[in-house]
């Protein structure tokens, strides 16, 4: 991973949550995820200690109970 002062690039910070490049990207987009920007180049940044206060965070959340579908009857048409 590439550091830069603290930051990540948009596929070290992905790899970093275990999510793809356009997961984030939307995440961003969404404000689920605050974004930076490089001032050289404008490349999407992400702040390591914000990343990681995230994941802490979705260890905390409860999981979701698996959906059970029951079976329905097939009508003849």
Known sequence: MERLD???RI???AAFL????????NWGRD???PEHRHPVNNYRLYKETELSRLLRLAEQRPKSAP?????VAHRPG
Do not use: C, I, M
């Open 6 to 8: 603290g930051y990540l």
């Open 11 to 13: 596929k070290d910070a």
């Open 18 to 25: 275990g999510v793809s490049p356009n997961t984030l990207r």
């Open 31 to 33: 404000g689920k995820v």
């Open 67 to 71: 959906v059970h579908r029951s079976p």
